[in-house]
């Protein structure tokens, strides 16, 4: 896999795979990536789904099924840099605990708008935000900046106010736009829990009903504390409902990867 510390070098992003023939939202993947792509002015074919469904098909199966995440199997990252290459690499998904996640607060990475935000070639400072977690005895690391809970390493932030909104930080400050929001969001809402965008400062976290974060290879996970210091009732009302439906929808809601031929 291609590494560079130049954001516009590349623009990637990681799929859901059951490590057979089916993928986990591939037309809200795809559509970010274009987008994310224009803003970092790197062109992408327009077979592309078809180019990835090829390599796909090459792809040898695991031998190691050991220790397998039984909700995600593997992931499928997609790699397009600058010069137009195309790579993919497949690997086994983390096992995530059933038990509220550690997290530590950290630094956003020093990139500016409209580079932060998307999944661009500079990706190593989240990485090195993950590591840091681990080596804290936490799970996952929360990114900052002037106050506000602006992103999460590979995940979303989601705060449960008391007043029954779910709100997440917002991609015009620099948060990911998240593909399992999409995915999940609609479902959330007809379950009786809006979701909306908002700047989530400290005061609104130390009040919050519960905290959680969400992405495609986590799916759906609680949070207990930020730096030791407990956050809400974990596992409450939002996680119980969001993982519902990130549950069903991983009872129902695979493609088979023939799909990205007509996409």
């Keep these: 896999m291609p590494n560079s510390a130049e954001p516009h070098s590349q623009v990637w992003t990681a799929m859901a795979w059951d490590g057979k023939k089916s993928i986990l939202a591939p037309d809200l993947h795809f559509n970010r990536l274009f987008r994310h792509s224009q803003?970092?002015?790197?062109?992408?074919?327009d077979d592309l789904p078809k180019i990835i469904l090829n390599k796909l098909e090459k792809q040898d199966q695991f031998e190691?099924?050991?220790?397998?995440?039984?909700?995600i199997?593997?992931?499928?990252?997609?790699?397009?840099?600058?010069d137009g290459e195309i790579f993919i690499q497949t690997r086994k998904n983390k096992h995530w605990q059933d038990d509220p996640l550690q997290a530590i607060s950290m630094k956003l990475p020093d990139f500016e708008l409209p580079i932060l935000g998307t999944k661009h070639g500079n990706?190593?400072?989240y990485d090195e935000a993950r590591k840091q977690a681990i080596n804290h005895d936490s799970d996952i690391a929360l990114l900052f900046k002037n106050n506000l809970l602006i992103d999460g390493d590979y995940c979303l932030p989601l705060m449960l106010d008391n007043d029954g909104v779910a709100y997440h930080p917002s991609n015009?400050?620099?948060a990911l736009d998240s593909v399992t929001l999409q995915?999940?969001?609609?479902?959330?809402?007809?379950?009786?829990?809006?979701?909306?965008s908002a700047k989530i400062n400290l005061k609104m976290l130390s009040r919050a009903s519960e905290l959680i974060v969400i992405g495609s290879g986590m799916g759906v996970c609680s949070v207990g504390s930020i730096d030791g210091t407990p956050i809400g009732k974990?596992?409450?009302?939002?996680?119980?409902?969001?993982?519902?439906?990130?549950?069903?929808?991983?009872?129902?809601?695979w493609q088979n990867w023939n799909f990205l031929r007509e996409l």
Aim: proline residues 6%; without cysteine.
């Design 39 to 45: 803003i970092l002015g790197i062109e992408i074919n």
């Design 64 to 71: 190691n099924l050991d220790e397998l995440n039984y909700e």
């Design 73 to 82: 199997p593997f992931l499928v990252k997609i790699i397009i840099k600058k």
């Design 123 to 125: 990706w190593q400072p």
């Design 172 to 174: 015009v400050d620099g």
């Design 183 to 196: 995915f999940l969001r609609n479902d959330v809402e007809e379950l009786g829990i809006p979701i909306r």
């Design 234 to 253: 974990p596992k409450g009302k939002l996680y119980q409902v969001a993982r519902a439906v990130w549950l069903n929808k991983l009872n129902n809601d």
